[in-house]
């Protein structure tokens, strides 16, 4: 399972690093024979708004896109939240 945080290797936006993070996994999978195809998953920052409350802090505010930073010494990319009522979201 891939993370919604993981080192910036190189700058590109969060899902095309996640991309090759698998990419990469299932390539040196190939190399051994373990005899089944692996599966792997990603995750998504996903916020219900559900009530006022919520509608006050997170709703249309703010920036939606990657982030990137340092965690301790680490250059890292978070990807994006998706904040918005349930039916947009499913």
Same mark, same amino acid.
């Given at each position: 399972?891939?993370?919604?945080?993981?080192?910036?290797? @190189?700058?590109?936006? *969060?899902?095309?690093?996640?991309?090759?993070?698998? &990419?990469? +996994?299932?390539?040196?999978?190939?190399?051994? /024979?373990?005899?089944?195809?692996?599966?792997?998953?990603? @995750?998504?920052?996903? *916020?219900?708004?559900?009530?006022?409350?919520?509608? &006050?802090? +997170?709703?249309?505010?703010?920036?939606?896109? /990657?982030?990137?930073?340092?965690?301790?010494?680490?250059? @890292?990319?978070?990807?994006?939240?998706?904040?918005?009522?349930?039916?947009?979201?499913?």
């Amino acid at each position: 399972m891939s993370s919604t945080l993981k080192d910036d290797e @190189s700058g590109e936006p *969060f899902h095309v690093q996640q991309r090759k993070q698998i &990419e990469v +996994f299932r390539e040196e999978w190939a190399k051994h /024979d373990h005899g089944f195809e692996p599966r792997v998953s990603v @995750s998504r920052s996903i *916020f219900a708004i559900t009530s006022d409350l919520d509608k &006050e802090y +997170f709703f249309g505010g703010g920036d939606r896109k /990657d982030q990137f930073g340092y965690i301790d010494s680490t250059r @890292s990319v978070f990807g994006r939240t998706y904040a918005d009522e349930p039916e947009p979201l499913i």
